[in-house]
């Protein structure tokens, strides 16, 4: 008989409203996620300090890293998506950035869709370049083959969005997976028109990593995105690059939007 108490079991309604929250707050027992906003955390003593900091213990240091209602937020968005785990970032364009500074270094290249939302065009055809040395080539996913042929030996990520902004235009998102795959490069998808309702990018065949869409499906500001992951995804990359992670979601918005995920369906 299933175990409805093993999470892995639940539906999307149910993971929705629980995961992250499985258990009433430990301190005071409130039912209603609370808002820590704290920016720092006491430590016992000299050891505690120095375990935390050298990760033997993996409990908060600074809320810029961790924060315990932002947690929550997190490993709800990584439940509905269906990843490893999720990072809150303050935007989706903070999201995006954070993604492609982790995946690729000076001298390495990206392939994206040439359909993609205006603001992720101008940070890979302009900032990117000028600031990191990091190359885009566009294609136009259409076109049979387009992403292959763009792929060099230095290309570290392949970019698409799951409902390309503003046309709403569609990929085929498993054969894009399955070139990006074939050539050991993770796919990034940028799923902010859909919601993990209609679609989940990481659970179809061999897809990496997405930028889920708390901001644009739940309509709350200040905006937020969620990186969510596989675990894999990251590995051998660049994942000191997020240790520094200077833009998360704020404890104060988490908690919107982490209520606002529990109606996705509606
Ligand atoms: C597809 C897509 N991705 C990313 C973003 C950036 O999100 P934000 O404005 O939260 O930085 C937008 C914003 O409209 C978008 O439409």
């Not at 120095?50 to 993996?58: E, N």
């Not at 290309?155 to 074939?182: C, Q, R, W, Y």
């Not at 988490?254 to 209520?259: K, N, S, V, W």
Request: aromatic share 6%; glycine share 6%.
């Amino acid at each position: 008989m299933t175990d409805i108490r093993n999470p892995q079991n639940w539906s999307l309604e149910t993971k929705q409203l629980h995961i992250g929250q499985e258990q009433a707050d430990p301190a005071t027992d409130a039912r209603a996620v609370p808002i820590y906003a704290t920016a720092s955390y006491v430590f016992h003593d000299a050891q505690h300090a120095a375990d935390r900091f050298g990760l033997r213990d993996p409990g908060n240091i600074y809320s810029r890293l961790t924060n315990p209602t932002v947690e929550i937020f997190e490993k709800r968005i990584a439940a509905l998506e269906g990843g490893s785990a999720a990072v809150a970032a303050a935007s989706g364009a903070a999201a995006i950035t954070y993604t492609f500074q982790a995946l690729a270094k000076a001298g390495e290249h990206i392939v994206a869709s040439k359909t993609i939302y205006g603001g992720t065009y101008n940070l890979l055809a302009h900032t990117l370049p000028l600031s990191a040395g990091i190359e885009t080539t566009f294609v136009d996913p259409d076109e049979e083959g387009s992403f292959e042929n763009a792929i060099r030996e230095n290309t570290k990520a392949i970019f698409i969005e799951a409902l390309g902004n503003p046309n709403s235009n569609l990929i085929d998102i498993e054969a894009v997976a399955a070139v990006a795959h074939s050539h050991g490069i993770p796919l990034v998808i940028d799923a902010t028109f859909a919601t993990p309702v209609l679609i989940r990018p990481i659970n179809m065949a061999r897809i990496s990593l997405c930028i889920p869409p708390p901001s644009s499906s739940t309509d709350t500001e200040p905006r937020s995105a969620a990186w969510s992951l596989k675990r894999e995804s990251l590995t051998g990359r660049h994942p000191e690059n997020i240790r520094g992670f200077p833009i998360p979601t704020r404890a104060i918005t988490a908690f919107p939007l982490r209520m606002r995920s529990d109606r996705l369906p509606l």
